[in-house]
């Protein structure tokens, strides 16, 4: 049988096609994380223009020939063909060191090691690595008595986000990323465990070969190539309409946050049917997410047919309401710069932001476990085994977003932004009694909140300001998403002891993983702002007084404190203090570059006490820790 891709065209011929069919490059204007500014709102923003439906006069002067007093002829400028493609996308390299980023806390609790930092401290320094004091295997040869503190490294990633317009009001967006966030020197060209790979190279000090791509299940966890966007736009009379896998992005991304900004990582993307429209002078998004469908009857030689989900009871069912008001097209965005830099009146925007979540029936722990092995071993899902409990759940989330702008005189811009929300919602879970002769259900309840403030004030190249942060905490103990303990997922059907009971309030809310405060505390240690309240001043120069070029510094200091001390390794409120000095140089929307240095004075919050994850002994101080880090970003 031929593949139907033997009809593709040679890698030569389908380049000199793509080349043709490119008539307008433009340049994407990244958000520059030396000013801290906001995302733009990837699901609300509509960048459809008059180019779109005219063409695009200052691309087609490129093709006119010119024209001298001897002669010749002048070829008449082209109107821009559909399909074209418009191709965005970055490079990013970056480099970062730890010096004592575990804090100095770390002890073993059954053979394993536990601290009250996420980051671990070198590997040199496990549980198994420090046995004996004899032999070869001595821990003063490999293990603690090295001293190992230092953990350092490198990566990178492509991402290349294209954009086919099809026609004037029809066009297909995709976002892929190659080589996401890989680590330099990892994937070398040998055996190692897997003698198949590399039989003639057994050892990496004998290999020649350099790298080899990453591939899932063999020597990696992760594809080369993963695919982050896909959906299609169809621009309307009744508004824009929008289909597939897109990235959503709200306000100042403490909840909603794209992942579209240089040094971001993750990214919240959602299977999305969208409809935006502008009634009243105000802006209204509405949108459908398809959440979670549960098991699905894809299966392991099944590659090319289409899938269905198994059962609409198990859905996440997700929809969004979104008012706002801020500027989306061309129009507006001029006659805002008019009204701050000529008329200089102040501005504000506004937006609120509503997500409803519901669910009836949920897979219990047991049957979730079957699936993902099933995903693993590549072997049919076990459809006879699967249960389900009754989640009965429901979340309410609202967002408020404000942001206020003004600039009384030339070179001189106050600006002030707020986001804050709640989440409210309860679902059920499902505790197997110890006699195993029934079920109890354990109603759980959901209550959390977290705002930002933020406000800076520029006179030439001097900036300041301050930021202001809080996110919700739960007196469960549990230090932000690396030892978190909320809610324990296996009491779904699994046997408990006597007495045990899940946590009912559900209160600690988590900010955005991409939505950066600092380098190490929140970052690292905690691994995302939660049941804190932090202050942060700051201080910025620039030698370049204009938006699109910058070479300066930027001092932050920042300050937090835990809301629930009980939920810390300390079992104490003040987190610590941090500063963050940072040198940037930039080029708007095409090259960025930053040396960045942090460190933190950590308090008692980050103490190790017991009985913080199972630890029994004397308190362990925190101590120092420090990073160094490079970032280089090309944008295209």
């Known amino acids: 049988m031929i593949s139907k891709w033997t009809a593709l065209p040679s890698p030569g011929l389908l380049l000199v096609s793509v080349l043709l069919l490119l008539l307008a490059p433009r340049s994407s204007a990244m958000a520059s994380d030396h000013e801290e500014a906001a995302q733009e709102d990837t699901e609300e923003f509509d960048d459809w223009d008059d180019d779109d439906w005219e063409g695009d006069d200052d691309f087609d002067s490129l ?39 575990h804090l100095g806390t770390n002890s073993v609790v059954d053979q394993q090691t536990v601290g009250s930092s996420g980051m671990m401290p070198p590997l040199t320094r496990n549980f198994e690595n420090n046995q004996t004091d004899e032999g070869p295997f001595a821990s003063s040869k490999v293990g603690r008595g090295r001293g190992d503190e230092t953990i350092a490294g490198a990566n990178m990633r492509f991402r290349y986000s294209p954009t086919v317009h099809i026609s004037s009001d029809l066009r297909i967006h995709a976002q892929v990323d190659l080589l996401d966030n890989v680590v330099l020197g990892s994937h070398p060209d040998f055996s190692g465990v897997a003698s198949g ?50 990235a959503s992005h709200w306000g100042l991304g403490i909840f909603q946050n ?13 299977d999305r049917v969208s409809w935006t429209a502008t009634l009243w002078g105000v802006h209204v998004m509405a949108a459908w997410d398809f959440a979670y469908e549960g098991p699905t009857s894809a299966s392991p030689g099944h590659f ?3 899938t269905y989900d198994l059962t609409q009871a198990d859905d996440v069912q997700q929809w969004v309401v979104a008012l706002f008001q801020r500027p989306l097209d061309e129009q507006a965005l001029a006659r805002r710069k008019v009204d701050l830099e000529e008329r200089r009146v102040p501005v504000f925007d506004w937006g609120f932001f509503n997500l409803v979540r519901l669910q009836d029936l949920d897979l219990s722990y047991e049957s979730s476990s079957l699936l993902h092995e099933s995903w693993a071993t590549r072997t049919p899902v076990p459809w006879d085994e699967l249960r389900y409990v009754q989640r009965n759940a429901w979340v309410w989330i609202p967002d408020l977003w404000l942001r206020f702008e003004w600039r009384p005189a030339f070179g001189r811009r106050l600006r002030i932004e707020l ?18 002769t029934g079920v109890e259900l354990e109603r759980h309840e959901i209550l959390q909140y977290g705002g930002v403030v933020k406000s800076d ?52 809310f988590i900010f955005d993983r991409d939505y950066h405060v600092d380098l190490i505390l929140f970052r690292e240690v905690i691994g995302a702002v939660t049941n804190a309240v932090y202050v942060k001043p700051f201080v910025q120069y620039d030698l370049f007084e204009g938006d699109e070029d910058g ?5 932050d200091i920042l300050y937090a404190h835990a809301l629930e001390p009980g939920a810390t390794p300390g079992g104490k409120s003040p987190y610590g203090i941090e500063l963050d000095l940072k040198i940037f140089f930039e080029e708007r929307g095409r090259f960025l570059a930053t040396l960045e240095w942090g460190i933190l004075f950590p308090f008692g919050a980050l103490d190790l006490a017991e009985p ?25």
């Not at 001897?70 to 070829?75: A, L, M, R, V």
């Not at 794209?258 to 959602?270: K, L, R, V, W």
């Not at 030892?483 to 009491?491: E, F, I, V």
């Not at 101080?621 to 970003?633: D, G, I, P």
């Open 551 to 555: 070479l300066g510094a930027r001092l």
């Open 197 to 246: 790979l590399r039989p003639d190279v057994p050892l990496a000090v004998l290999g020649h070969g350099g790298q080899v791509p990453p591939a899932s299940g063999i020597n990696a966890f992760q594809d080369s190539i993963r695919v982050k966007q896909a959906y299609g736009e169809w621009r309307s009379i009744l508004g824009l309409l929008r289909f597939g896998r897109m």
């Open 612 to 636: 913080y994850m199972g630890y029994t002994g004397s308190r362990i101080k925190s101590r120092w820790a420090t990073t160094l880090q490079a970032r280089v970003h090309w944008m295209f």
């Open 457 to 508: 004030y520029t006179m030439g190249g001097l900036s300041f300001g301050m930021e202001v942060g809080v996110a919700s905490g739960d007196s469960t103990p549990g230090l932000g998403i690396h030892h978190g303990n909320l809610y324990d997922a296996q009491a779904d059907g699994a046997q408990l002891a006597e007495g045990r009971r899940g946590n009912r309030r559900i209160s600690n």
């Open 419 to 436: 986001e804050s929300l709640v989440a409210i919602g309860r679902f059920n879970a499902i505790l197997r009694q110890e006699n195993d």
């Open 304 to 306: 090319y047919g289409q």
């Open 258 to 270: 794209s992942g579209q900004a240089p040094n971001a990582n993750y990214g919240d993307f959602h």
């Open 63 to 101: 093709f006119s020939l010119p024209v001298d007093d001897s002669g010749g002829w002048e070829e008449e400028a082209r109107p821009r063909t559909y399909p074209w493609i418009e191709h965005h996308g970055s490079f990013r390299f970056r480099s970062a060191l730890f010096w004592r980023g």
